[in-house]
C-alpha cells in the first residue's frame, strides 16, 4: 500500500508542475514511428500517441516503402487530426536504421522518444516522461512495459529488462555506469526518453544503416555514456507486442553463423566508438556484457567454427585495447573457453568430420550390443508393446546421419 501511495503522489506531483508552466513553455516531444507494411496495427499504434495528455507532440512517421496499406492509413489518421502535429514521410524501403535517421533529421524537439509501429503505449506517458526529466534534469529517463497478447510465450529476460528500478545515476560516468549495469538500459531503445541535444551534440549521432539487425545497440552504446545523468522509474507505460512471425531478428534465428557475423559486427562498432571517444573500461564490464551477448550462438558452434571465432573475438578485443580480461565473475569462464580456443589451429574439417562419424558409429555398435544383450531381451519380454521401442527405426543407421 505504501509503494502504491508513493507512486501515486509522484505521478499527482508531475502532473502539478506541468500545469504551472504555459504552453508555450512546455518542452516539444518529437516521437518517432518507422513504418514498414504495419497496416494491421497502425491506428492502435498511432492513436496512442496523439491521443495523449500531455500536447506539445510532433509524431514523425516514415513510411519505409511498405507494400500494403500503411500509407494510406497514416494519411488518412493524419486528415482526422488537423490540430495534432503529425509528420509522414516516405522513402524507398531502406531499413529501420535509415527510417529512424529520416525521423532524427526531421525531429525539432526537445526530446526524442521512438514508438514502434505495432505497439502501443499509455495515454500519460509524455506526461510522466517530461515530468520525470524536467524534475530531474535527466538526460535519459527509462521506463518500464508490458507485453502483448498474454497468450504469446514469454522469454523470463524480456519481463526483466521491461521491469527498472527506480533509480537515480549522476556521479561522474553516469551514462557509462548505468548503460552497463541496469539490464532496462538495453536492448530496447523505446524504453528510452532522451533529451535531443544527446543525441545532436558532438559526436553528432545516427544509426549505423550498414546494420538491419542490432543497428539500435550500436545507438544505445553510444549516446548512453554522454548523459552525465540517468533516471530510472518502475512505472510501466510502453506496451510491446510479441509476435512469432514478422520481425527481423526472426529472420536470422536459423541462420547461425550469419546471425554470429552480425553480432560480432555490433562488437566492432561499439568497440570502435569507444576507443574513438576514450571511453574506457576498467572494470571490464563492457567486455562482459558482450561475451554473454556473443556466448549463446558461440556454444551453438562445432569445434572447428568455436576456434575459428574465439581467435576473431580475441583479435576484435585486443586491437581495440579491450582486453577479456578482467571481465565480471558470470563471464569468467566464457572469457577462460574463448582465449583457450584461440591459442589452437583450427582443426581440418574433414578431419572433424571424420571424428564425428566416428562418434556416431560407435553409438551404433553400442546400440547394437545392446539389443543383444539378454537383459535387453528379457525387458523387452516384460514390456508391453505399445511402449517397447521401435526398433526398425533405432537400427535404421542410414536414416540418422548427421551429415
Known sequence: ???????????????????????????????????????????????????????????????????????????????????????????????????RNRGLDAATGDYIAFVDSDDRIEQNTYSVLVNTALKKDADIVVFGGTTFPNEMPLDHWITRKLTPPNK??????????????????????????????????EPRLRMNEDFELGEDQIFIFSYFPKAKKVVYIETKLYHYRVRESGSIMNKYNNMKT??????????????????????????????????????N??????????????????????????????????????ATEITTLAEKDIPDVLEELNAMEASVGLIEEEIKLTMASKAYKIGRLLTSKKKRIDEEWLTSFENKKIF
Request: net charge neutral.
Open 1 to 99: 500500500m505504501g509503494k502504491f501511495k508513493a507512486m501515486t503522489e509522484s505521478a499527482e506531483a508531475s502532473r502539478v508542475l506541468v500545469k504551472k508552466m504555459p504552453e508555450e513553455q512546455m518542452p516539444w516531444v518529437s516521437v518517432i514511428m518507422p513504418v514498414y507494411n504495419a497496416s494491421e496495427y497502425l491506428m492502435e499504434s498511432v492513436l496512442s500517441i496523439l491521443d495523449q495528455t500531455y500536447k506539445n507532440i510532433e509524431l514523425i512517421c516514415i513510411d519505409d516503402g511498405s507494400t500494403d496499406m500503411s500509407l494510406k492509413v497514416l494519411n488518412k489518421i493524419k486528415s482526422n487530426y488537423p490540430k495534432r502535429k503529425m509528420v509522414i514521410i516516405s522513402q524507398e524501403n531502406s531499413g529501420p536504421a535509415a527510417a
Open 297 to 334: 550462438d558461440f556454444q551453438n558452434f562445432t569445434q572447428h567454427l568455436k576456434i575459428k571465432y574465439a581467435k576473431e573475438i580475441v583479435n576484435i578485443f585486443s586491437s581495440r585495447d579491450f582486453d577479456l580480461f578482467p571481465c565480471r565473475e558470470y563471464v569468467f569462464g566464457i
Open 258 to 295: 550469419k546471425k554470429f557475423d552480425i553480432h560480432l559486427g555490433i562488437v566492432k562498432n561499439v568497440l570502435n566508438y569507444w576507443q574513438e571517444n576514450n571511453i574506457s573500461d576498467p572494470s571490464g564490464e563492457m567486455v562482459s556484457y558482450f561475451l554473454w551477448f556473443l556466448n
Open 168 to 201: 537515480v545515476y549522476d556521479k561522474a560516468n553516469a551514462g557509462k555506469t548505468a548503460l552497463l549495469r541496469e539490464d532496462s538500459s538495453k536492448p530496447f531503445m523505446w524504453q528510452h526518453f532522451i533529451k535531443r541535444e544527446l543525441i545532436e551534440s
